[in-house]
């Protein structure tokens, strides 16, 4: 059974730095790109960042990119976020999700079937 | 980046009844589209993907259409347990963007 449980979440200033953790099992991790997707309070879904299986391609939402790292460890089948330079926007539920899709020749077209339950980031003073 | 417009925002039904979600992409995204249902406290859950491909164990009451800018999340007899949020996804290219949601809810 695939399975995605993150961690690190919690209070943090605004400017502070926080680093999520996604522990994945059930699955090849090293086979499959993932994802993390954020939801502020009572709003909707926001993608944040992609890495692929390699961890040699990585992708950032615009409101996140140069403060928001993400990397993987495929020997301890694990997903991070390191995240830098918090603000109040930044207050969310933080999901992780592995992609299934297919590649052509050009692009790749993924969809998220596996999420985890969520860690809850808070920035405030 | 691609932004995806859901209709309505919320609506109230009531059990047995078809319902059906619009989704419109600001330009063409071929049939790179997702839908998701999300519950109170739930992590969103795949329900279809490539438009109309049901995902695995998902009720058939469940159904997507559309391709290009148009697309529709189609709910037959209603359920109590199809009362929640919906939301669409392009994945034809990043940011990958959803819509704002819809809030199903029971009339």
């Known amino acids: 059974e695939v399975q995605l449980v993150e961690s690190g979440g919690g209070l943090v200033q605004p400017g502070g730095s926080l680093r999520l953790s996604c522990a994945a099992s059930?699955?090849?991790?090293?086979?499959?790109?993932m994802n993390w997707v954020r939801q502020a309070p009572g709003k909707g879904l926001e993608w944040v960042s992609y890495i692929s299986h390699t961890g040699r391609t990585m992708y950032y939402a615009d409101s996140v990119k140069g403060r928001f790292t993400i990397s993987r460890d495929d020997a301890k089948n694990s997903l991070f976020l390191q995240m830098n330079s918090l603000g109040d926007e930044d207050t969310a539920l933080y999901y992780c999700?592995?992609?299934?899709?297919?590649?052509?020749?050009?692009?790749?077209?993924?969809?998220?079937?596996?999420w985890g339950q969520g860690t809850l980031v808070t920035v405030s003073s | 980046a691609i932004r995806m417009t859901q209709s309505p925002s919320s609506f109230s039904a009531s059990t047995g009844d078809r319902v059906t979600i619009t989704c419109r992409a600001s330009?063409?995204?071929?049939?790179?589209l997702a839908w998701y249902q999300q519950k109170p406290g739930k992590a969103p859950k795949l329900l279809i993907y490539?438009?109309?491909t049901l995902q695995s164990g998902v009720p058939s009451r469940f159904s997507g259409s559309g391709s290009g800018t148009e697309f529709t999340l189609t709910i037959n007899w209603l359920q109590s347990e199809d009362f929640a949020t919906y939301y669409c996804q392009q994945y034809d290219s990043y940011p990958y963007t959803f819509g704002q949601g819809t809030n199903l809810e029971i009339k």
């Open positions: 490539a438009a109309s």
């Open positions: 330009q063409g995204i071929s049939s790179y």
């Open positions: 999700t592995r992609d299934d899709g297919f590649c052509t020749n050009t692009n790749c077209y993924r969809w998220w079937p596996y």
């Open positions: 059930g699955f090849t991790f090293s086979s499959y790109s």
